[in-house]
């Protein structure tokens, strides 16, 4: 069973920095696109970024960009999400998904991807 879990959230200042995980189990996440997305309160779900599978290609929300990497180490199974100079309108609850083996582009469709961690609550306030 494909499973993704997420953790490093926490309550952070602004300015502050975060390095979220996204660890995978029942499958070489290596070989599927995964995607971060955060969600706030009464808010809808949005993509923040994706990391393609082979060449490992990046994306990123313009609202994150220059602040977030998103990178992968295939040694660990896991996807990490680093997020610097925090700001409130960064917070909520991220998540972690994959997308079918069969696609290889990144995507940031929520209804484009197959498997979603559970989440992680990251507040960003003074």
């Known amino acids: 069973q494909l499973q993704l879990v997420e953790s490093g959230g926490g309550l952070v200042q602004p300015g502050g920095s975060l390095r979220l995980s996204c660890a995978a189990s029942?499958?070489?996440?290596?070989?599927?696109?995964i995607a971060w997305f955060r969600q706030a309160p009464g808010k809808e779900r949005e993509g923040v970024s994706c990391i393609s599978s082979g060449d490992g290609s990046t994306y990123y929300a313009d609202s994150v960009k220059g602040r977030f990497t998103i990178y992968r180490d295939n040694a660990k199974n896991t996807v990490y999400l680093q997020m610097n100079s925090l700001k409130p309108e960064d917070a909520g609850v991220y998540y972690c998904?994959?997308?079918?083996?069969?696609?290889?582009?990144?995507?940031?469709?929520?209804?484009?991807?197959?498997?979603w961690g559970q989440g992680t609550q990251v507040t960003v306030s003074s």
């Open positions: 998904a994959a997308r079918p083996l069969l696609f290889k582009l990144c995507t940031m469709d929520t209804g484009r991807m197959s498997t």
């Open positions: 029942g499958f070489t996440l290596n070989y599927y696109v």
